[in-house]
Structure formats: structure tokens, C-alpha cells
């Protein structure tokens, strides 16, 4: 019985997919589960798995094509056995240590002792003299495929200096240039880096984006944190971070300026009467916003936990679609790069995004004496074309008052 492997569903906003990388071939055998091949989205980068046991029987598209939401990409055959398991049984260590090694002069191999091989592979170890021991595979059977890989690669080792033009894959540099000590690099750009891409220049060339700026004392905060940092992550099981207390912050200050957490859907104001906060992390492929929903109704150890959550899930590659999707605010802290100022641009189709920064120590002015504080930089953009000056420059207030008072907080004032 055939058994289509499709694509999985993607979001209304996500039209195509690249197919990254096969984990299995046609013959392998697979188990309900098994990876069978990484797809890159706009937004994300899925597994897709296989939902019977069976033989791969068929694939249909191959690593680098672009396919579309729901595609049959491959089939398995639940029914066939693999030519894995008509071959030799597995060879222990010990056996394998054992093993004498296949030299120029060796005419049969003896199918008891070592891998499988089919009369042209078995011509190829021949015709190139290779040990075949050496020849790594993922089944007992050794194929035409592994030995030409094998191939390439010992005559790489065996040249280090020579520069060889790979193919060109999704994540595979190829050098173009090197010209003296001046080598330059052509390297694809990852989908996801692509659409990044194509959003901010749209949030540019669609948006009236302006930025305005303020400064926040942190110390109130920092003196909370360091007092109650190790009770709440032995209560909570998560540590206590400044992002929560600008989230809520955030919330407090959106309730009262409900237009910067409203969005522009042709000549209309979409105002949004709940409070998605989409929270900027960095993943290995670049910068990803999942988001935080229904915000305003966690408590701060549930933000942590959630913003936690998003940060393992960016870093393994685990982050799916639903995770990506909406948001009607975003805050992104550059300060944790080192970043002192900077000017973000909003994540369409959202109106407006804070930007935190890194806390440094400055003189600053209190009841008339300097004295120094650890100060922090806000940047709030936004889309002058529905959001006014005067509007910003509240929000940015609130968050300050709320800050280094608080107090506030709690009270949400």
C-alpha cells in the first residue's frame, strides 16, 4: 500500500517552501516518526515525518525545489520489505575490528564478512582501489552513491589548497574569487533571510516610519530583580528578566494609546482589542518574532517562561507556524548584542515596535546632585501615517514612569 508524503499545511501567508535536505533515500526503511527531510518556509524550517512504517519507495521532488503547501514530495510503500533486510546481518565491533582490509590484488569480497555490494559498486572499489571499510554508509549495503562520495572527498583531503566549486544548496557558500589574498564568497540566501528581507523594504517603502526616543533609569527594576531573582525561579522554575517588566510596561502604555497597537489595512485602522506582543529572538538563521499572545492576561513568570520557551525552540529549529503568526506589537533588545541606540523598523502589517538597548552606567541629574544610574536607551517606531508625534512620545513616557516607578506596575497606572 503507497502512502503519499506531503507537505505539511502552511500558513495563508506563506505560499511556498524549499525542500532543504533528504534524510532518506529510495529502499531505506522507516518507522512512523522518522525524519524524512527539512522544509524552509518564509517564517520557519519544519520536519516532516513519516506517518507510516514502510520502504521509501519514491521521491518525487528533490533537495532545493521550491513546493507548495500540502504537495506530494515523496511515497512509502507500507507494505515492502527494504533490501537492507535481504542482506548480511549487522557485523559487530569486534567481528569489523577484525576484518582484513581489501587491497589491489583482492578479487571477491566475501558477502559474510563484509557490506553488501552490487556488481558496479563492487567494479568501482576495483577500478579506483579503495577499502571498501573505509566507505561510510548508512545501510549494510554499500551503494553506488556512497562511493562516489567517498571519492570526492578523499581527493579534497588529499588537495587542501586547491579551491573546488561546490554545488550550490541551500546553506552551501560557493567561492567565486580567489585572487591573491582577496577571496570573496557567493552564498544563497536562506529563504527565510530572503522574506526577511522583502519585509523590511516594504515596511519602508509602505510606511512613514519615524523614530523617537527616551532614557529610563533601570536601577528600580535591577534592585527588584536582584532582590527576588532566586526566590522566583525556585518558585517559578524560570528565571526573572528585565523583559517581562518592559512587556507588561508595554501593555499598560498600549491600553492607553490603543493606535500603536492598531495596523493599517488599506484605508482603514484596524484597532486590535487584545495584546499579541511578538518578542524578537535570534535563531542560527537570523532574526525571528514569535509571539507572546493574550499578554496582558500572564503573570510575569508566564511571560519569562513563554519568552524561554521561544529562545530554545528558535535555537533548535523548532519554532512552527502558529508560533510566528500575528502579533500586534513587537519589542526587540538589541542591548543584548551590545547595541546603545539604534533605530528598528516595524514588523508589517503592526505599526510601531520598541527597541531596548544595553544598560550602561551615566552621570545623571537627581534633586540637583550627579549622580550615576544604570541607564537604559528606548527607541519607539512608528508609522506617522496614523500614529502622531504626540502619541509616541506618551507611550515612551509611560513605560519610563512605569519603570522607574514600579509600583505602577502593579497598580497599572
Excluded: C
Excluded at 339 to 363: E, F
Amino acid at each position: 500500500m503507497l502512502v503519499d508524503i506531503k507537505v505539511p499545511v502552511l500558513a495563508e501567508s506563506v505560499a511556498e517552501a524549499t525542500l532543504i535536505s533528504w534524510q532518506k533515500r529510495v529502499g531505506d526503511q522507516v518507522k512512523r516518526g522518522d525524519n524524512l527531510i527539512d522544509i524552509e518556509t518564509d517564517k520557519v524550517t519544519l520536519e516532516v515525518a513519516a506517518l507510516n512504517d514502510g520502504v521509501i519507495s519514491e521521491i518525487l521532488r528533490g533537495d532545493g525545489e521550491t513546493v507548495g503547501s500540502d504537495e506530494v514530495i515523496a511515497r512509502i510503500d507500507t507494505k515492502a520489505k527494504s533490501d537492507i533486510s535481504k542482506s548480511a546481518p549487522p557485523i559487530t565491533e569486534p567481528t569489523q575490528q577484525s576484518l582484513p582490509e581489501m587491497d589491489t590484488k583482492t578479487t571477491e569480497v566475501s558477502e559474510t564478512d563484509l557490506p553488501k555490494l552490487s556488481p558496479a559498486v563492487r567494479n568501482m572499489v576495483k577500478e579506483h582501489k579503495l577499502n571498501i571499510l573505509e566507505i561510510a554508509t548508512n545501510t549494510d549495503r554499500i551503494t553506488k552513491e556512497d562511493v562516489l562520495r567517498h571519492i570526492e572527498e578523499s581527493q579534497t583531503a588529499s588537495q587542501p589548497e586547491s579551491i573546488s566549486t561546490p554545488s550550490v544548496t541551500v546553506e552551501v557558500p560557493v567561492l567565486m574569487s580567489s585572487i591573491g589574498d582577496r577571496p570573496e564568497e557567493k552564498v544563497p540566501m536562506t529563504r527565510l533571510r530572503k522574506r526577511v528581507a522583502e519585509r523590511l523594504l516594504d515596511a519602508q517603502h509602505e510606511s512613514a516610519i519615524l523614530t523617537t526616543f527616551n532614557e529610563v533609569n533601570m536601577q528600580p527594576i535591577m534592585d527588584i530583580r536582584n532582590r527576588y531573582k532566586d526566590e522566583f525561579e525556585k518558585i517559578h522554575s524560570t528565571k526573572l528578566g528585565f523583559m517581562s517588566f518592559f512587556t507588561r510596561a508595554g501593555i499598560e502604555a498600549l491600553k492607553k494609546f490603543p493606535v500603536i497597537n492598531a495596523s493599517v489595512d488599506g484605508d482603514n485602522i484596524v484597532y486590535h482589542g487584545y495584546f499579541d506582543i511578538g518578542i524578537a529572538v535570534s535563531s542560527p538563521k537570523g532574526l525571528v518574532v514569535p509571539v507572546v499572545r493574550d499578554a496582558d492576561s500572564l503573570s510575569l513568570a508566564n511571560i519569562e517562561s513563554q519568552i524561554r520557551s521561544f529562545g530554545e525552540k528558535a535555537r533548535n529549529g523548532k519554532l512552527t507556524m502558529d508560533d510566528l503568526t500575528g502579533g500586534t506589537f513587537t519589542i526587540t533588545n538589541g542591548g543584548t548584542f551590545g547595541s546603545l541606540l539604534s533605530t528598528p523598523i516595524i514588523n508589517p502589517p503592526q505599526s510601531a515596535i520598541l527597541g531596548m538597548h544595553a544598560i550602561k552606567d551615566r552621570p545623571v541629574a537627581e534633586n540637583g546632585e550627579v549622580v550615576i544610574r544604570p541607564i537604559m536607551n528606548l527607541a519607539l517606531s512608528y508609522d506617522h501615517r496614523i500614529i502622531d508625534g504626540r502619541e509616541a512620545v506618551q507611550f515612551l513616557v509611560s513605560i519610563k514612569q512605569q519603570l522607574e516607578d514600579p509600583a505602577r506596575l502593579l497598580l497599572q497606572l
